[in-house]
């Protein structure tokens, strides 16, 4: 499915949060598998791509994981920060194994999704901006499925993104806007009709992810790949999504199947 998708025409792919290394898919096998997977990719296209395991575990095996992804030639881990934690972050980043961290937020609504009680994503993120991850998952402003309106989002990308931020940036001695930016990652529901939308509201400095709008294309992946980057094309130039579908297979299939909402 990896080589597929890449074939299709996207850049990254990457484990699902719940996959790590369980009896039917384990850790290493599953390493070895993909990353023959990506060179076919790159061969086949002649463009780079990205594969991010999901390296997530106590934190002794969390590193030899990532030492066994850089080994492999992988570039890029994957890390559910509210599962591991700040400590294990900090020691992922402290390895300094000059891996991109992607930091995947799974089971942060249970502290964030009440206003009530508990604490917002937008001081998660900061604090996973603080830690040193490099890209993070934030929502999809409205688009899609996930929880969290425009506004709220795209506080969020300010926050992570941003040099200066509005009112005090400074945090325990630290100046905020002079960290590393982390990437936001829009991922949640999304298909090729809301990519037009998507880059309205959040703008092009984002990772945007797609599941089931790419597996679930009436062809299959890589034709939904295709789809995807169609759409991305068609926003990049200006050109309507419909009237772009009519010279494009696979985009006219997927608008066909899921729309433009």
Known sequence: M???AWVGGLDLVKDDENLTSQPFNQFSARMRETFKALKEAERATGQKKVYVPNITAETG????????????????????????????????????????IHGHRAGHAAVTRDRSHGISMLAL?????????????????GVGKMHGGARDVQRIQEAISSKKLRGNSVYLGQDWGAMKPTMPIASGGLHPGQVDRLID??????VAQFGGGCHG???????GAKAIRQAVDAKMGGVPLRDYARNHLELNQALTKWGER
């Open 2 to 4: 990896a080589r597929d």
């Open 61 to 100: 095996e969390m590193l030899e994981r990532a030492k066994l992804v850089k080994k492999l030639g992988g570039t890029t881990v994957m890390v559910d920060i509210m599962t591991a934690g700040w400590s294990a972050i900090a020691s992922l980043r402290k390895a300094n194994l000059g891996l991109v």
């Open 125 to 141: 993120a900061k604090l996973a901006r603080a830690a040193g991850i490099d890209q993070l998952h934030v929502g999809t402003a």
């Open 201 to 206: 509201r959040m703008g092009t400095n984002i």
């Open 217 to 223: 294309h009436p062809c299959g992946t890589t034709a």
